[in-house]
């Protein structure tokens, strides 16, 4: 029987997952939070990493293991393998204006170039934005920096034993994979090549960059012998980790939302909205971001002075479209579509309507059509949507589950809660150690169907061009 372990870093936490190879049964865990802030020290996370192993148990039995973690942050190296300064996190913004710039740079039709180029158009969460933003402000950090890396690909350097202190510097041994160099705005999911003359105008230099593994591949392993896989970006993994397969659309509801599909060919959006990633399969997993998700139903629920089941059960005992009220959920503003300075709005009240059931409905519908915009950005660029596998925090709520299932007009499948991300890069840890992915079961229940209420978007979308 043996073990596999699973990592996944996030921006809030590590937590570790120590699974059976072959059956997916989960065997310990353990977790220790990261430090607050968009700009840290990788140290951090490797203290917090080791925390997290402690509380599991330890990993000196198992035989593989993977790292997924925060995509498209900063990680600079020396020549000698320390950290030239701390470590910009995707959610560090002082690179939007840098963004822009790049964006300008690339002529009358910059969307277009990077879209095609690297499958992103530029933001302030990309590495090649932070890059740029680096040698403007801080010369000589830049010029010192002999390697550039992920947080991901950091820490599996780190397992294999290299690093500050280990005697072994070896930033040519860094690895990484496609789903995380694909975040990067230097490498090309399309060809699957880092390209130098971004790297030229943002850092001013062609640094030592990591190896791209294959999804199998192997290249190192921890001083006790278990071997490192190629690792993975957040989302990858936790694609990998609720065995999403083509057709799939993933929908996530944290404090963001996510919707994003496994699909078999590359995508350009020149629009900006869907971001052009990699999977961790060999696929391809282009992704859309909003910036209202469960946070819509905190709100509403504090409002109405019920908890979370009470406004599931409130809001179905609705009728579907809430009599005509229409929330528009844009509470901070939104990326998908992006309007950033907008709010959000209630549309459609009457003195007949106007009930706490209804609101509530309104709630869950306005979230279900936030989400449902983002899958029209990815089926209008031809990504197909046979599916979806409804994930996160806000996932739990049967109103959510019934509601995105109508929205959507697909039928929804909701895996038991646990820890996706980890569990992806145990599932990938298992692969290269047996030379396939294994097959585990995710404990999903049965698929969820609802009749199709377009009358429902149809009303929502009425309602968000009056922003």
């Not at 990493?49 to 990680?75: F, W």
């Not at 105008?201 to 640094?207: D, N, V, W, Y």
Request: glycine content about 12%; some cysteine; hydrophobic content about 45%.
């Amino acid at each position: 029987m043996p073990l596999v372990a699973g990592v996944d870093s996030s921006t809030q936490s590590c937590k570790i997952v120590i699974r059976d190879a072959e059956t997916g049964a989960l065997l310990r865990r353990g977790s220790a939070p990261h430090q607050e802030g968009t700009e840290v020290d990788p140290e951090a996370w490797w203290s917090a990493l080791q925390e997290a192993i402690e509380r599991a148990g330890g990993i000196d039995d198992v035989a593989a293991i993977s790292v997924g973690a925060q995509q498209h942050g900063m990680v600079c190296l020396d020549a000698a393998g320390g950290v030239v300064r701390p470590a910009l996190l995707w959610n560090d913004t002082r690179s939007a204006a840098t963004a822009q710039a790049m964006i300008r740079d690339a002529g009358p039709d910059g969307e277009r170039h990077w879209a095609d180029t690297t499958g992103t158009v530029p933001v302030a969460s990309l590495t090649a934005t932070k890059l740029r933003w680096l040698a403007e402000n801080e010369p000589d950090n830049a010029s010192r920096t002999a390697a550039v890396c992920l947080p991901h690909d950091w820490l599996s350097w780190r397992l294999a034993g290299y690093g500050p202190g280990s005697g072994a510097p070896g930033i040519e041994a860094l690895c990484t994979d496609r789903s995380d160099a694909s975040g990067t705005g230097y490498w090309s999911p399309a060809t699957g090549e880092y390209l130098p003359d971004v790297l030229e105008r943002t850092l001013g230099h062609i640094p030592v960059l990591p190896a791209v593994l294959g999804p199998l591949d192997a290249k190192h392993r921890t001083p006790s012998g278990a071997l490192i896989g190629a690792g993975a970006g957040d989302n990858a993994a936790a694609a990998l980790g609720v065995n999403a397969g083509l057709g799939d659309v993933v929908v996530s509801i944290g404090t963001s939302g996510t919707v994003f599909a496994a699909a078999d060919q590359p995508v350009a959006d020149p629009s900006g909205l869907v971001s052009g990633f990699a999977d961790a399969t060999g696929h391809f997993l282009p992704l859309v971001c909003t910036l209202n998700a469960s946070r819509v139903l905190d709100a509403t629920a504090r409002l109405l002075g019920i908890n979370h089941s009470e406004l599931s059960s409130l809001a179905l005992s609705a009728p579907a479209g809430a009599s005509g009220l229409v929330l528009v959920p844009y509470f901070e503003g939104e990326r998908t579509p992006n309007l950033p300075d907008a709010s959000g709005s209630l549309h459609g009240m009457t003195l007949a309507n106007f009930t706490p059931a209804n609101l509530a409905r309104a709630a869950v519908e306005g979230l279900a059509c936030s989400l449902a915009d983002g899958l029209k950005a990815l089926t209008d660029i031809g990504v197909s949507a046979r599916s979806v596998i409804l994930v996160g925090g806000g996932a739990r709520s049967a109103a959510v589950q019934q509601i995105i299932a109508a929205v959507f007009g697909l039928p929804v499948r909701v895996p038991e809660p646990g820890e996706y991300v980890a569990d992806g890069a145990a599932r990938q840890a298992a692969g290269a150690l047996l030379g396939a992915f294994p097959t585990w079961n995710t404990g999903s229940t049965g698929l969820k169907k609802a009749g199709p209420t377009p009358h429902v978007l149809e009303r929502y979308r009425a309602a968000v061009t009056t922003i």
